[in-house]
């Protein structure tokens, strides 16, 4: 629940948010349609948005896992 928690928080700051989908480019190699997409639902699923790239397929569970990480070594509140 706290990982949803900072995911909502961190979607307020435009900072955060460009380095969340640096390291989904950088470290996870993810596609620029996939990165379109998280753009487009950024607003809409706040706190949702690691496990709805998983249901969609966009990444693998390691992949979620590394996001969750990423979340809570950044700090970012999302």
């Known amino acids: 629940m706290l990982k949803n928690k ?3 928080k961190t979607m307020n700051n435009p900072q955060l948010i460009t380095n969340f989908l640096q390291f ?3 470290d ?3 596609c620029d349609d996939s990165l379109d997409f ?3 639902h950024l607003d809409v699923n706040q706190g ?3 496990m709805l ?3 969609y397929g966009l990444i693998t ?3 979620l896992d590394s996001i969750f990480d990423w979340i809570e070594h950044t700090g970012c509140l999302i």
């Open 6 to 8: 900072n995911l909502i």
């Open 24 to 26: 989904l480019r950088q």
């Open 28 to 30: 996870l190699a993810m």
């Open 38 to 40: 998280i753009r487009r």
């Open 48 to 50: 949702n948005l690691p």
């Open 53 to 55: 790239l998983w249901q």
């Open 61 to 63: 569970l390691p992949q």
